[in-house]
């Protein structure tokens, strides 16, 4: 499972932290810092997709692979498919991974963990999840769940669905999705030409889409979700987290 590919997708245009993968955490810029995580993951090739040269070239100056895409993508995984036929156009590579380019603590563990459901024939999209031990993520919209089912690999769910309400009704646990995503090649090829699905728009998830479609997803349960970097807010904890860091080393 070590043929892999992982792209992060970046670009500056972000309405509520403009020029976001730029903004310094630890020292770096916060898309320098998902590098490192992905290629400390040693899965794969680690490229960064981007529609802007001052995140090419912050990359490029750490020693990291950078390719500019174009500026009209309606979502990463558009980005990330661009960025595979340029890199990798002998499609050497069997599985894509797109990492999210606001995770600067991201473990890496987690990419590896994100692959594994590809293991098993007949899986075409693989992704994370960890169990919701806080009570006001329950009623979350903003957390997205899994309603999944369990297969014959211990950690590991199908996905039936995906929404932002509570769901599955009744006693058992409920699992906080990680929007990690591991593809066969094929898989993803297939997904970029789908239009959007019903309820893709209603739930605004575009993992709806391949589900809609007959897509099989599986989820690796992990114990972990990473910080995610999308407000002002956010951006204090991941810059908190690299100062304990680099305090107690």
Same mark, same amino acid.
């Given at each position: 499972?070590? &043929?892999?590919?992982? /792209?992060?997708?970046?670009?500056?245009?972000?309405?509520?932290?403009?020029?976001?993968?730029?903004?310094?955490?630890?020292?770096?810029?916060?898309?320098?810092?998902?590098?490192?995580?992905? #290629?400390?993951?040693?899965?794969?090739?680690?490229?960064?997709?981007?529609?802007?040269?001052?995140?090419?070239?912050?990359?490029?100056?750490?020693?990291?692979?950078?390719?500019?895409?174009?500026?009209? #993508?309606?979502?990463? %995984?558009?980005?990330?498919?661009?960025?595979? &036929?340029?890199?990798?156009?002998?499609?050497?590579?069997?599985?894509?991974? $797109?990492?999210?380019?606001?995770?600067?603590?991201?473990?890496?563990?987690?990419?590896?963990?994100?692959?594994?459901?590809?293991?098993?024939?007949?899986?075409?999209?693989?992704?994370?999840?960890?169990?919701? &031990?806080?009570? %006001?993520?329950?009623? $979350?919209? $903003?957390?997205?769940?899994? /309603?999944?089912?369990?297969? $014959?690999?211990?950690?590991?769910?199908?996905?039936?669905?995906?929404?932002?309400?509570?769901?599955?009704?009744?006693?058992?646990?409920?699992? #906080? #999705?990680?929007?990690?995503?591991?593809?066969?090649?094929?898989?993803?090829?297939?997904?970029?030409?789908?239009?959007?699905?019903?309820?893709?728009?209603?739930?605004?998830?575009?993992?709806?889409?391949?589900?809609?479609?007959?897509?099989?997803?599986?989820?690796?349960?992990?114990?972990?979700?990473?910080?995610?970097?999308?407000?002002?807010?956010?951006?204090?904890?991941?810059?908190?987290?690299?100062? &304990?860091?680099?305090?107690?080393?």
């Amino acid at each position: 499972m070590r &043929n892999a590919l992982i /792209v992060i997708p970046a670009r500056m245009e972000a309405s509520r932290l403009p020029g976001k993968p730029m903004l310094d955490i630890g020292g770096e810029p916060m898309i320098v810092q998902v590098w490192r995580r992905a #290629h400390e993951a040693e899965v794969g090739r680690v490229v960064v997709a981007t529609d802007a040269e001052e995140i090419a070239a912050a990359v490029r100056a750490v020693g990291g692979e950078a390719v500019m895409t174009r500026k009209d #993508h309606v979502s990463g %995984s558009d980005r990330v498919f661009e960025a595979i &036929n340029k890199v990798d156009p002998e499609a050497e590579a069997d599985f894509i991974v $797109n990492v999210q380019g606001d995770l600067p603590a991201l473990d890496p563990r987690l990419v590896a963990a994100c692959i594994e459901p590809l293991a098993t024939k007949g899986v075409h999209i693989a992704t994370l999840a960890a169990e919701i &031990n806080e009570a %006001s993520e329950r009623d $979350n919209p $903003n957390v997205v769940k899994v /309603v999944g089912t369990p297969t $014959n690999t211990p950690g590991v769910l199908r996905a039936l669905y995906f929404t932002r309400a509570t769901a599955p009704f009744g006693d058992g646990p409920l699992y #906080h #999705h990680i929007g990690i995503y591991a593809f066969r090649r094929p898989a993803l090829e297939k997904y970029v030409a789908l239009k959007p699905s019903a309820l893709e728009i209603r739930e605004r998830l575009e993992q709806l889409r391949a589900l809609e479609d007959g897509m099989r997803i599986d989820v690796r349960i992990v114990d972990t979700v990473p910080l995610g970097v999308d407000t002002p807010a956010d951006l204090e904890r991941a810059r908190k987290v690299f100062e &304990n860091k680099q305090q107690f080393g």
